[in-house]
């Protein structure tokens, strides 16, 4: 039969070498191309054998098979799918010599950014030129089915490559490849080794449709089809197929699904629950998600890997998926399968697009949905999963807001209702007493340190319900939360407090302007020495106990959340907070009656006192002394008067 010869065109020899060279980050990736391929002729095959009751094609045994001769160091790929005709092969191999590749490379060179350059890249689908990274020379032999004659097609690569008419073809695709010499340091490894083909298999293709079959390596001398019994040798099929996803839950026990989370996950233990996902219509995928029962030692550690799995019709793509997941749920770990994405060239990066968001949002909303759906039916599951990943969960209040109702809904705080039991924030409000606006809270390092702060006695008192935030998240994300359920959180620490029912309230108010006055010149003399660190003195309604303590204005920044700021770097200017003096304890009543007698004639005795008055106010809350080494020293002093 006649052999036509095709010269590559200029721009088409850069373009192919680009594409060897430039492209793939790991040349492993060969043959996932081949077999992705192959799986793809071998579902059209079946689609036009179920539209074609004519067609003359033998779909009893479909298959893919990987063939390896050592001797001639060859490796083929051949399937028995729809295969190609001679204008299939001359249009669709021979795409990169097309009269586009010229404009393509203008387009690339024009491409300011990389990403631009990928997004250019991703327009073709010449995935199948990946084998001349491994191959000094490919083969093509085709035939379509339906039809007599076949077509090879065969190439180095490099100047040329040749077209020609073949009598006998079976039906089908074979992709042989002429291999280069191994080299380690070029990560060019030994694909005609047996173990080397299954690993790749085994990574990239396991969950295909179809059966990846090969024929076990024979011993030296002997012919590769016969046994040492001189029977034929058994193909051994290289992948699972056992694609888990797209499987109804009735097919699968809940022991299939723990062993695809191990092999996924690296974790020896059963997730704590399993959750699928199928989303039909325009855009199909196919998801199949884990909650471990247990959060990794390495979860809050820069560089942690995301456990979401891509594929695209059941064809490995990439580990450690991050836009499929966000940060806040990066402990969810399973398989995402799309029947078709926007990828590049390479299938290595995710192109940024429309189908991307929606499966991010849709998965995100899932995952809380499920934590919703177990809280209310098994409150011991969802505690296990508050306790191991609730910390990060509440990161997502700082960076999803469309889904920041669903994750506080989620989420549960310690509190002082139940020193065990923690709550969430509807059952906080169900709780309210009457007449109670806010959702009260306090954040600080312990439970302990929040249950002994100064700011919760007159909340004890009043026997008013308050939460106790530790986690440094809390810092934050309770300042960018407005409300819940129309009640606003409101921070014990912080402005004024006004307890109790109204008629209280009335009798508080009367009261407080009775002290005000009595306590007048005290507070404005303590405001004026004290004026570079605190920016008012007052009297307080939240002290039951303690003689003082130090509040901050309404919208001022909390110590801990200037500290977080500053320790990333960020310059935040000092605040200066408010001084609170408890008027029935008998330091601070004290205080104001030595003053009343000393007048403007206040010695170094009394502005000490105000000064160690407003230290001991700090270090109750756990805050840091400007000056340690004098609140010692004027410590000592006042304790050596005592003797």
């Given at each position: ?417 139940d020193r065990d039991e923690p709550t969430t924030l509807r059952q906080y409000v169900e709780r309210m007493k009457d007449g109670q606006e806010h959702i009260f809270y306090l954040t600080g390092e312990s439970r302990q340190a929040i249950e002994n702060s100064p700011h919760m006695e007159a909340f004890r008192a009043k026997g008013v319900e308050v939460l106790l935030l530790t986690d440094p998240v809390d810092e934050v994300w309770v300042e960018a939360e407005p409300e819940f359920d129309g009640k606003k959180l409101r921070s014990v620490a912080k402005g004024e407090v006004d307890l109790g029912t109204e008629e209280e309230k ?129 410590m000592a002093d006042r304790l050596e008067r005592t003797l």
């Open positions: 039969m006649p052999t036509e010869t095709f010269e590559f065109q200029v721009e088409a020899r850069q373009l192919l070498q680009m594409m060897i060279h430039s492209i793939y980050s790991n040349k492993d990736v060969f043959l996932r191309e081949l077999v992705s391929n192959a799986s793809d002729a071998l579902d059209k095959l079946r689609l036009e054998a179920l539209r074609d009751d004519s067609l003359d094609a033998d779909v009893s045994d479909l298959h893919i098979a990987i063939e390896a001769d050592r001797q001639a160091r060859t490796l083929t790929v051949r399937d028995n799918g729809i295969g190609m005709s001679h204008d299939e092969v001359v249009q669709l191999i021979g795409t990169i010599a097309n009269s586009g590749t010229a404009k393509f490379l203008r387009e690339l060179k024009e491409a300011e950014e990389t990403a631009a350059a990928e997004g250019l890249i991703g327009q073709f689908g010449v995935g199948f030129y990946s084998s001349f990274m491994v191959a000094d020379e490919v083969t093509l032999l085709t035939r379509r089915a339906g039809e007599s004659q076949g077509t090879r097609w065969t190439s180095t690569g490099e100047g040329t490559y040749t077209i020609e008419t073949v009598d006998g073809a079976p039906q089908g695709t074979a992709v042989t490849l002429r291999l280069k010499p191994e080299d380690t340091d070029d990560q060019l490894h030994d694909y005609i080794s047996p173990w080397k083909i299954k690993e790749i298999v085994k990574r990239y293709s396991d969950f295909i449709t179809w059966p990846v079959r090969m024929a076990p390596e024979a011993a030296d001398g002997a012919d590769d089809a016969e046994g040492t019994d001189d029977a034929p040798r058994e193909p051994e099929t290289l992948n699972s197929m056992k694609a888990l996803w797209a499987r109804s839950r009735d097919e699968v026990g809940d022991d299939e699904y723990h062993e695809l989370y191990k092999h996924i996950s690296h974790d020896w233990s059963a997730p704590l629950e399993t959750i699928r996902l199928q989303a039909e219509g325009t855009f199909e995928y196919q998801a199949l998600l884990f909650i471990p029962s247990h959060a990794p030692q390495d979860l809050f550690m820069q560089g942690y890997q995301r456990g979401i799995q891509l594929y695209v019709k059941r064809v490995f793509i990439m580990d450690d998926c991050e836009a499929l997941m966000p940060p806040y749920l990066r402990f969810v770990k399973g398989v995402v399968d799309a029947q078709d994405l926007s990828l590049n060239v390479s299938r290595e990066i995710l192109q940024q697009d429309r189908q991307i968001q929606l499966m991010h949002r849709r998965l995100a909303k899932k995952v809380l949905s499920t934590v919703k759906d177990m809280m209310s039916a098994e409150p011991e599951r969802y505690a296990t999963f508050w306790r191991e990943f609730g910390r990060v969960l509440k990161e997502g209040l700082l960076s999803d807001f469309e889904n920041r109702e669903a994750i506080l809904g989620v989420s549960s705080f310690a509190t002082t209702h009335k009798e508080a108010a009367t009261e407080r302007e009775g002290r005000q006055q009595e306590y007048a010149d005290l507070l404005g003399w303590m405001t004026d020495r004290l004026s570079g660190t605190v920016k008012e003195v007052r009297l307080s309604s939240r002290l039951t106990v303690s003689p003082a303590c130090i509040v901050s204005d309404m919208h001022d920044v909390t110590p801990a959340l200037e500290n977080m700021y500053r320790a990333m770097g960020q310059a935040v200017p000092q605040v200066k907070r408010i001084l609170e003096l408890n008027p029935a304890h008998p330091l601070v009543s004290g205080l104001n009656r030595a003053h009343t007698e000393c007048g403007e004639d206040a010695g170094t005795g009394l502005q000490e006192t105000a000064e160690l008055l407003h230290d001991l106010a700090l270090l109750a809350e756990g805050g840091e002394l400007g000056d340690p080494s004098r609140f010692v020293r004027l």
